[in-house]
T-cell receptor, first 115, second 111 residues
Framework: NAGVTQTPKFQVLKTGQSMTLQCAQD?????MSWYRQDPGMGLRLIHY???????DQGEVPNGYNVSRSTTEDFPLRLLSAAPSQTSVYFC??????????????FGPGTRLTVT | GENVEQHPSTLSVQEGDSAVIKCTYS??????FPWYKQELGKGPQLIID?????GEKKDQRIAVTLNKTAKHFSLHITETQPEDSAVYFC??????????FGAGTTVTVRA
């Protein structure tokens, strides 16, 4: 199994541009989530999904959209990038739909810089 | 929402000594407390977790203790080794869908 994969590894955007961060898992996990990691702030939940077709907001959802059309994929879309979205983004998955109360498997991360 | 505070932010220990990281949480309904280790350039990885019906859990050199009354939990690493150098995050779950993380502790093990 490849586990949780994320692309790209690095990305530089200009303010106002849009892009999609890709996340895929091959473990047939029900729960998937997106976090951002900023210095001194730990990981903060952006959006999560408990199964195909079901998504919900986390702690810091503004400026981001998600969709879950398949069990495997959970892309994160930045609608109009802002410098405040400069961060490292992690995707994670868990076998249970109640994924926050079970082990989460994290991808390697995408480092995004918005200028 | 849940607020998790983690201390210290940095910790330097001599190889072979013990390391202790402490976290407090705010929501008394929280019932799941995992600890993640993040090595440089990688995603976090679960190293140990504890549920609210247990006071202590141990896995080789790593142990976690939970005090529900005081709403705090701690990670203990004994006989530290160079490969223990990493960033450690505590987290708390007060429902089944959202995990709240502490700010992280950078642990350096000196040879």
């Amino acid at each position: 199994n490849a586990g949780v994969t994320q692309t790209p590894k690095f990305q530089v955007l200009k303010t106002g541009q849009s892009m999609t961060l890709q996340c895929a898992q091959d473990m047939n996990h029900e729960y998937m989530s997106w976090y951002r990691q900023d210095p001194g702030m730990g990981l903060r939940l952006i959006h999560y999904s408990v199964g195909a077709g079901i998504t919900d907001q986390g702690e810091v959802p503004n400026g981001y959209n998600v969709s879950r059309s398949t069990t495997e994929d959970f892309p994160l879309r930045l609608l109009s990038a802002a410098p405040s979205q400069t961060s490292v983004y992690f995707c994670a998955s868990s076998y249970s739909g109640r994924g926050a109360s079970y082990e989460q498997y994290f991808g390697p991360g995408t480092r995004l810089t918005v200028t | 929402g849940e607020n998790v505070e983690q201390h210290p932010s940095t910790l330097s220990v001599q190889e072979g000594d013990s390391a202790v990281i402490k976290c407090t949480y705010s929501d008394s309904a929280s019932n799941y407390f995992p600890w993640y280790k993040q090595e440089l350039g990688k995603g976090p990885q679960l190293i140990i977790d504890i549920r609210s019906n247990v006071g202590e859990k141990k896995d080789q050199r790593i142990a976690v203790t939970l005090n529900k009354t005081a709403k705090h939990f701690s990670l203990h690493i004994t006989e530290t080794q160079p490969e223990d150098s990493a960033v450690y995050f505590c987290a708390s779950c007060s429902n089944d869908y959202k995990l709240s993380f502490g700010a992280g502790t950078t642990v350096t093990v000196r040879a």
